[in-house]
Each structure stands twice: as C-alpha cells, then as structure tokens.
C-alpha cells in the first residue's frame, strides 16, 4: 500500500488500464488532471457534457476497451442524457460526476438534483463514493461491470461538486490493474456440448436457415468464425447494422442488413426462413423490423454470452449462452456429420433463392447508385463513398437516413474497414467520430451524417481542431430533415403553406462553419468531384468537412416487411 491522494490513484488507474484519452466538460476531478498529464493521458475538454459522452462513446466502440468521461454535479445529468447511445450499443463508457457531499443534499442547494434516477435508466451499474478510501473498490468495480457480460456504461458518483472530496483525499491505496478486464471481452464461455449438439441439428434439418448476426459478434471479434460456420454449413447471413463489418458484402452467402433500416431483400429472405440463429443480437425492434421478422412460427435458435437476452423477443427451440467466438469455434468443432444439412440439393435450392433475392434488389437500385442527377441523389453519393473509402477506413454513421443509407447503400469493401453507427441520438456520430480517431489516430476516421444531425453538435469542430483529431465529415446536405417529409405533409393534406417549416432547414455553407473554426471544407456538387474531395480531406492535417449537396428528394424507402 502506498499513501496517495484520489487523484493519483485515479490517474494512474486509467494508465494501468490503457486508457489514452478522458473527455470531459468541466470542472471535474482537477486535481486528476495533471496526474494524468504526467501519465500521458490526453484531457480533452468538449463544449457540452453530451459530446463528451459520445466521444467516449467512439473511443470505446473502437478500442473494445473502457472510456472515460466525466462531469461536475451540475452537468451530470446532462453526461447521463449522452450515455443513452452508449447503453442501446452495449459499449464500456464509465461516466465519473461530482456531487454535493450528503449533508448539502435535499436542502435545495445550488444547481444540484439528484443524478440517481438519470443514471439507472442508462447504465448497468452505478455507485456512490463517499470517501477517498472507497475509490479503488468502486473503481474497480465499475470497470469489471462496464466490461461484463453484455457490455455497457458504469457510472461513479464522486463526493464533491466537481469530485473534490474523493481527489483530495489521501488513503493508502494499491494501484491494481485487472488484466482480464482492460479489453473485451474479458472472458470467453463456451456453451454446453448438448445445447452445440441440438443447435448443429436444427441448422442441418433447416430446408431455408438463416443467421442474423448482431453486435455480439463484432464485439468478440468473431468475423473468422463467422464466414467459418456459414461456409460449413451452407447458411445465408444477414447483418445487423452493429455487425455490418463482420461479414463480407461481396460473399455468395450474404444477404445485408435486414430490419427497419434494411436491405428488401433481407427482410424477405427472413420471412421465407424456416430457421433463424441469432448470434450475439439483442433480437431488438430495429433488426426485427419491431419483432415482425422473423415471422410467427419460424424456428429460432439463439446464441448470446448473455442468459437473460436468450428467448427475450421470440421462443426459442435452443439457445446458447456464450461468447460468440469461442461458441462458433465450438459449433465448428463439432460440426462434422451433425451440421451437415440433411438435404444438401434443398439447401442449395435455398441458397440460390437468397442469391436471386439479393440480386433483384440490386438491380432495382442501380439506377439509384448510378443517377446524374442535379442535385446528386443520396444512393450516388453511397456509391462515391464506397469506391473512394480508404482500405483501413473507420466509418462513423449517424441514425435516421445517415443510419439507412451507410447501412444500406454502401458496402465494406475491405476486411480491414470499420463500421460504428449512432444507436439512438441524432448528432451522435459528429463527436464520436472524435473519440473513434483518439483510439486508432493511425486511421482514416470518415463521418457520414446529413446537415439536421450536423446542427447538433457541429462547434466540436473546435475540439477536434485544438486536440489534433484529423476526422474526415460527410455531410448529406439538403438543407433539411426530410426524412420527417411525409409525416408533416400527411397531417397538413398535402405540400401545403405550413407543412415545410416543420422539416426543413436553412440552406447553410458548411465549409465556410468549417473553415471559420480552423478546419478544413469543401464543398462538392457532382458526383466525379468527390473522390478529389475526399481525397484532399484526408491530405488536410486537420478537421475537415465535405458539404455535398444532395437532392431533397432523396427519402429512403419504407422497409419491407
């Protein structure tokens, strides 16, 4: 044991742990604060305490490791209201507030609420440290939660406004580092040989199978594993959006992101399906088109390192708790004769329904990907994007259309290349592309988001300027959030006086916004004009966003269902 103030051990902590960067609004554990200079951890100071939240978020989707971020008791609910993107995509963020001391509570003290309730509706634990001496314990704590498991945000409520009663304070403390929980996921369960056993027969029995892939499988970094068993086994693959890097987009087996933000073609090819096996998917209502895909009565077999997520959204004929990895190696193992399908001639046939399926929905968007318009459609931009990315590109998306057509329209065309998308809140992925870049800044990191999601948080252009965080922003612009087009024209009767003031926005420069915040803009009006953008964007050493103008037109199709 070591005599130490709080904030020592804090910052030491997050050094022992591998944590690069801590993104704050402040006033928050100052006097950590240049502990961790010492340690160099990188402090970086956002505008607001909900871009604090995302670029933590970033960072720790791509690092597959703890995120740091931290507010004082007055903002905290405000850092809670960011930890709602980090909670719906299961990433380890642990969020650090200050409160006012017990005797200051209820008493209507200055700018103080009470943080409990904001923070249990999005995180997976959080503790109260009242003293120097409870650090380590809560501290360690809140790591082996944040990395457990489903993944997900911790929270520690610091006694202090700014936490100042736990960093100031001295204790003997070990700094004790938990080697199996500095990235994820800390440990890899296997499920049971029965349930393997059951499961590889379900799929060999199957007449028209398919997997749906979600986060899980990104998170246990089981790509390999994945291609693996679908190859053996002859069974389609749909992705969800959370897992669209882990499954080739040109593979004879693939099928695309089914659910509401989807591909038609997988959503159909669920609803043909006679089998289902979900692996490492919450099953939730964005995958499942809200739980009317697959449809009733078909099949489902299950696989999550998580029991409770096992049967949640559709009963399930086997499931399987383990980590995704080291159950596909297992299933892989004991594929042999059991996974074989029965009928390999009828599993073709079905294979090659799925193929045409996938190639119909091609063909009937390629004038889409391929359109001269004027303005340019955002399909064609897609298209740009995709052939333009670099190799080891990490493509941040934002929700809404951003979510739609990134998820859609364009293709990972490197094993190598990325993808993190907003799971909840419009104007995530700006920030987070922030934090995605401070954990791999050897990485191209590209944003894909409309004008509407822009205006959110965009003065954190400032911040990735001061903190050297060379992101690349594509901005679908069309001046509005036309994606909330039909809503309003259906409730006025019609493109009626009244009815555009509800969606849409001001026609806005934003190379110029970049530019006067000392990034680097470009705008791009025509197709062939975006691969030199682009280029010259990643080539700026700074900040830098691609304004192109797109046709307010464009308006993803409803899902098929």
Sequence with gaps: ??????????????????????????????????????????????????????????????????????????????????????????SPVIALTGRLVQEQQDRWAYQEVDHSDPFSAVTKYSGQVNTTEQLPMFLRQAIREATTGTPGPAHLDLAGIAGGTITTGEADMEVIVEGQFTGLPPFRPEPDSDSVNEALGELSRAARPVIVAGGGVTTSDASKELIALAERLNVPVATALNAKQTFPANHPLAVGVPGSYSRACANQVLAEADLVFFIGSHTGGQVTNDWKLPRPGTRIVQMDINAAELGRSFPITVGLQADVRSGLRKMLDASGEVGVPRDPKQRATWVTRVQQLVGDWKASVDHLWNSEDDPMRPERLCKELTDSMPSDAILVADTGHSGIWTGTMIDLTSPEQSYIRCAGSLGWAFPAAFGAKAAAPDRPVITFAGDGALWY????????????????????????????????????????????????????????????????????????????????????GKPAVIDVKTNIDGIAPAAWN
């Design 1 to 90: 044991m070591t005599r130490m103030t709080g904030a020592r051990f804090l910052a030491e902590t997050l050094h022992g742990y591998g944590v690069s960067h801590f993104f704050f609004m402040p006033v928050i554990v100052a006097d950590a604060m240049p502990e961790m200079e010492r340690l160099g951890i990188t402090r970086v100071m956002a505008h607001s305490e909900k871009p604090a939240a995302y670029m933590a978020d970033g960072y720790a989707r791509t690092s597959r490791s703890v995120a740091f971020c931290g507010a004082q008791s007055v903002g905290a609910n405000n850092l809670a209201a960011g930890l709602q993107d980090a909670y719906l995509a299961s």
């Design 457 to 540: 948080h965009f003065m954190e252009l400032d911040t990735g300027v001061r903190y050297g965080l060379n992101t690349v922003t594509v901005v679908n612009n069309n001046a509005s959030l036309n994606q909330e087009r039909h809503l309003n024209e259906r409730n006025y009767g019609g493109a009626l006086p009244g009815s555009d003031e509800l969606w849409k926005l001001t026609d806005l420069d934003f190379t110029a916004m970049a530019e006067s915040l000392g990034g680097f803009g470009i705008r791009v009006d025509k197709p062939a004009e975006f691969q030199g953008a682009l280029d010259q964007a990643l080539n700026a």
